[in-house]
């Protein structure tokens, strides 16, 4: 069983910068992703990493602004969040699972909320 865990989250005002973090515990895992959910939306896919290859990939919406990345050594991943825009505003979700590229979850951890202030 992999276990997920996720800090960073905050308040901050458009334009500004947080970065996300997500320990993973277990091994039976090859990717890891971030995800959010907006009050009344459903859980959108923000980007995912393949842990061997660092193979990335990002949803349109935050192509250019967030940033994914890993530390192999302490099963971390980060969602480095640039230039946040109101629209950010979610709860945000890490999960473990398989190819980064079709990305299959299978742990997810408890989210962090995000508030950008106009």
């Known amino acids: 069983q992999v276990q997920v865990v996720e800090s960073g989250g905050g308040l901050v005002q458009a334009g500004g910068s947080l970065r996300l973090s997500c320990a993973a515990s277990?091994?039976?895992?090859?990717?890891m992703g971030w995800f959010r959910q907006a009050p009344g939306k459903e859980r959108e896919f923000v980007a995912t990493i393949s842990w061997s290859g660092g193979s990335t990939y990002y949803a349109d919406s935050v192509k250019g602004r967030f940033t994914i990345s890993r530390d192999n050594a302490k099963k971390t991943v980060y969602l480095q969040m640039n230039s946040l825009k109101p629209e950010d505003t979610a709860i945000y979700y890490c999960a473990a699972g398989w190819d980064s590229l079709n990305f299959r979850p299978s742990s997810w951890g408890q989210g962090t909320q995000v508030t950008v202030s106009s």
């Open positions: 277990g091994r039976t895992f090859n990717a």
